[in-house]
């Protein structure tokens, strides 16, 4: 999508995604290289360590916007954002989580054979992002089995899912996808999982 014609010098708040865990955060200002030197509000725990990957969104205008980026972190209570990626629309109303330990399999629907291994990057109530080595069809309805972990929670959910869009990063293709249908039970573990995930 390239890259947005607003400066982030304006946006004040932001709301940043590292490990599962999500964070509040205030400016502090912008260094040489476009890097955004935050602070941590309400009752974020605080994060420490150098470059972990997280994913940072922002509020303009009425939509979402969001960038991958690392995240260094020379204080619990502030860190340094170093974008990695283009700004983009986040499409979903509800927040995505990051999800980057979870695993699924994923075949196209209507197919016996050719399950395919994908890694959950995040995940929301109304879909998911993955990520493969292997090609998948844009337009094409996919089943997916997904095997969410947190803390004592471990459950497979299952779903059916429509390939959006897809994002091809060295030999790694990223697929969005969406949710088309789930069974009322898988529904309650998706939401159970995404509340615990919320909370961590």
């Known amino acids: 999508m390239g890259y947005m014609v607003f ?3 304006n946006i004040k708040d932001y709301v940043v995604i590292v490990d599962n865990r ?3 955060a205030r400016l502090l200002g912008m260094g040489k290289q ?4 935050l602070e941590l509000t309400g009752q974020s725990t605080g994060e420490s ?3 972990k990957s997280g994913i940072t969104y922002f509020l303009w205008e009425g939509k979402w916007y969001y960038f991958t980026c690392k995240i260094f972190c020379p204080t619990l209570r502030r860190m340094t954002v170093v974008r990695t990626s283009p700004m983009e629309i986040d499409s979903r109303k ?3 989580y990051d999800a980057v330990l979870q695993s699924a399999r994923i075949t196209e629907k209507g197919m016996m054979r050719g399950s395919i291994d994908v890694n959950i990057l995040n995940i ?3 879909g998911v992002r993955i990520e493969t080595r292997h090609p998948l069809k844009i337009g094409k309805t996919y089943s997916i089995e997904m095997k969410l972990v947190i803390k004592h929670f471990s459950e497979v959910v299952r779903a059916d899912c429509l390939i959006l869009n897809e994002r091809q990063i060295d030999s790694m293709r990223q697929y969005g996808c969406q949710f088309t249908l789930i069974s009322p039970g898988d529904r309650l573990l998706l939401d159970k ?3 615990m995930v919320s909370k961590a």
């Open 34 to 37: 476009g890097e955004l030197f």
């Open 49 to 51: 360590g150098m470059g």
């Open 22 to 24: 999500q964070h509040t």
């Open 94 to 96: 509800e927040r995505r």
């Open 124 to 126: 929301s109530k109304t």
């Open 193 to 195: 999982f995404l509340d």
């Open 7 to 9: 400066n982030l010098r």
